[in-house]
């Protein structure tokens, strides 16, 4: 099993796992039997030759893994990541069951909460997205939730990293588009802004990056995959599928396939670097739905499964919840989101995103962004730990106030007033105070509070000269994309 070893999957408190550690082994055996007969398709020359130099089979560009490495690059592996934030605190440890949350990325629709109209995403959506994020209490990290429209569609992950960079100090997730060329533009922008040694020692980006299908790794992901081993940055690593068009229809068999992929680019990470920082998708099995032929984003079928595989690995993860497949911030987008999130926190997926998804990740809405971050909560308050110590347990309290005495003007009960959990969307108020303040309904109060957040938060701001340096790095790819001109050759000075 490898000298690090694995734990089962079932932890002791609130958490669970849908697999028992046999069902884990199963599935294990099932991955390795893909990768060493089956194989898959590498574009990569460097990651070629890493395999094949360590024991893999490759011909031309398919590669067969033996489970050896699988094993070895388990045993590398770091079981823990962390992400910080702008100001070098601690923001997101991926290990164990810890939780962390944010939105996701790159829908092309925005759901306007001025006019509740759809509309092609733009780049301040994606300011006002950062800004919200910022604001919400309950999100440990952000992402640019929109596609704009409005920018040079070559670069237009610059124009969301510049954007999420100026308007947010939380940690960035970021995607990349544009070739070899985008990676090396998002370090680059970050280095700006922390430094290169700071961002080396408390890294405040992660890229998420998906391969072409789960057994058909692109040349642009794995090249993406190998620059930052290298540079030892955490490297988000999506080989998922949706269920019936790539990957088997069940459920389990999709999981295999996806499985693969990710310990293949496991096994490559950790070939290039060994102890390079992994994070591995921790969902698969959703599937299109065959009636409507709509890729289902808040189906329960597959919710928890692959999650469960990475505890039984122990390897950092990256979730999917707070999602819907309605078309608004309805009824069935409140309890989409509160069900997946609930999910995807009882599973102990490290970091869950995609949060103010709607129309199955095809639009994003502030509004649920921003009733999403009450829901979160909600969960964050339910999974937190339970302490039991006299304070809590106020017996001194109960005997000072006895028998049917009132524990209202006691001190305890002023000290403790504000331990509960609070919502900022959620309605509490009398019937007779929600009528007089408007008797708004929940969609209502959350494009109000959207508003309230753009016109009052104000994030951390950048140095002018910072800002000019994440600005020139937008300027010279315009120039590039301009002039034709070839990937540039990265400054190591």
Known sequence: MGARGRRGPVPSGPNFGRLTVAQCERLHEATLQVLERTGLVMEEPEALELVKRAGATVDGT????????????????????TLWDRDGREACRLEGYRTSFGPGSDCMYCLDHRTSTRRRAVLRDVVDAAVVTDACENYDFAMSVFSPSDVTPELL?????????????????????????????????????????????????????????????????????????????????????????????????????????????????????????????????????????????????HRAILATLMHYYDLPMWTLGGVSDSKLPDEQAAAEAALTLMADALAGGHMVHDIGYLESAYC?????????????????????????????????VIDQVGPGGLFLMHKHTRRHARDRFQPRVFDRQSHEDWLAHGGLDATARAAAR????????????????????????????????????????????
């Open 62 to 81: 398919r590669v067969r893994i033996p489970g050896a490495l699988v094993e070895r690059a388990l045993d590398t592996a770091p079981n823990s990541v």
């Open 157 to 301: 992950d610059r124009y969301q990293m510049e954007a999420m960079l100026a308007n947010t100090s939380k940690p960035i997730v970021f995607v990349t588009f544009g070739g070899d060329e985008s990676h090396l533009d998002a370090v680059r922008m970050a280095e700006a802004v922390v430094g290169k040694d700071q961002l080396a020692a408390k890294p405040i980006i992660a890229c998420y990056k998906n391969t072409l299908f789960p057994l058909v790794h692109n040349r642009e992901a794995l090249s993406t995959l190998l620059y930052l081993a290298e540079r030892n940055l955490p490297c988000i690593y999506s080989p998922v599928s949706t269920a019936g068009t790539v990957a088997p229809m069940t459920v389990l068999g999709c999981v295999a396939v996806v499985n693969a992929g990710i310990l293949a680019g496991l096994v490559v990470s950790q070939l290039k670097r060994e102890g390079a920082p992994f994070i591995a998708i921790g969902w698969a099995g959703e599937a299109m739905d065959m009636h409507t032929m709509v890729d289902v984003y808040a189906a329960p079928d």
């Open 364 to 396: 994003g809405s502030l509004s649920q962004l921003v009733l999403c971050n009450d829901i979160v909560g909600w969960v964050k308050q339910l999974m937190a730990p339970v302490e039991i110590d006299d304070e809590s347990l106020a017996l001194d």
């Open 450 to 493: 959207v508003d309230e957040i753009l016109a009052a938060h104000v994030p951390e701001p950048l140095p002018k000269d910072v800002r000019h340096a994440v600005r020139a790095v937008v300027e010279d790819a315009e120039t590039r994309v301009r002039s034709g001109a070839s990937a540039h050759k990265e400054d190591d000075s």
